[in-house]
């Protein structure tokens, strides 16, 4: 009964993770002002560069913060087409979706031949696991990625609650032309805050990438964006509840695996639905609840009221 639990937490926050980093870099972006719909395409164009570089260089931690870097260019083109050209931003996020999934597999063909790749060679290490003697805490199998969506977490909390960066990007969010006023430039927090959003995307799909599957492949990222997405409104916009909306959609992953193991009569086919289905209920539940940033997804031009 014990390993079932302690497996069921590991599983829980192995698939968490990803979400984790993809919706705090959705937090981040809307809290300034700029929806980015487009988590699902940053992720995987991180998942696919960690894979290819972390292959080629044997290092795995190189290919993680490859990933952050493509995370974040793919970031900053989100918000020249927002910030700058002021162009809808749900329409800029489907093309970062259908740009982050293209470039990804040229990517791959470019570097293996092929869109599924290889097995890296070393995966990002692991805090707790099969090199324990103790039995029972094998079945506790925690990488170093969990341990960092803790520390981004709560290092997300301090800088929006406890610090004056916090609270500009919080104006910038809610009222742009206050804070215009206030001489705070919001093309600036805006272009940070969404190329933020991009390298956290691209972290998670490392983390998929070099601590889950260890290659990319065109499933690797399957609707993990979007459901990071839902976990920004399930979280009211705000790092705690965000990171506890993504605990509760590993939660439900973790289930799918657990209870689709077999030793109960559901077809997998239904087991595998569990967790988008969850996101459709959470988003009819509390979407009309949850209050997004006022200047949320409304372009600003300087001067005007």
Request: proline share 4%; net charge positive.
């Amino acid at each position: 009964m014990l390993n079932n639990i302690l497996l069921l937490i590991s599983i829980t926050l192995m698939y968490s993770t990803p979400l984790i980093f993809g919706a705090l870099g959705g937090m981040i972006s809307e809290r300034s002002g700029v929806v980015n719909i487009g988590i699902e395409g940053m992720m995987t164009v991180g998942a696919a560069t960690a894979v290819c570089v972390g292959y080629n260089t044997g290092n795995p931690w190189v290919g993680f913060l490859a990933a952050g870097l493509a995370g974040g260019i793919i970031g900053l083109l989100h918000a020249v087409a927002c910030v700058s050209a002021m162009a809808d931003q749900t329409v800029s996020g489907i093309a970062i979706n259908l740009i982050g999934s293209g470039f990804s597999f040229f990517l791959c063909r470019l570097v293996f031949g092929a869109v599924n790749t290889p097995a890296v060679p070393h995966k990002l290490p692991k805090i707790l696991g099969n090199n324990i003697e103790n039995k029972i805490v094998n079945y506790f199998n925690v990488d170093i990625t969990v341990i960092l969506a803790v520390i981004l977490a709560v290092l997300m909390w301090f800088i929006i609650y406890k610090t004056k960066w916090g609270l500009r990007i919080c104006a910038v969010g809610e009222h742009p032309a206050a804070a215009d006023t206030l001489g705070i430039s919001v093309k600036l927090i805006r272009y940070g805050c969404v190329i933020v959003s991009g390298m956290l995307s691209g972290f998670g799909g490392a983390a998929v990438t070099l601590a889950i599957v260890s290659q990319f492949s065109p499933t690797a990222i399957s609707g993990q964006g979007f459901i990071a997405l839902a976990a920004v409104i399930f979280g009211k916009w705000k790092p705690h509840g965000v990171y506890f909306a993504c605990i509760l959609f590993g939660f439900a992953q973790a289930l799918t695996i657990l209870l689709g193991g077999g030793k109960f009569p559901v077809p997998s086919q239904i087991m595998a639905m569990l967790p988008y289905v969850l996101t459709i209920v959470i988003l009819i539940f509390f979407v009309g609840r949850s209050v997004a940033p006022k200047a949320s997804g409304e372009p600003y031009q300087k001067g005007s009221r």
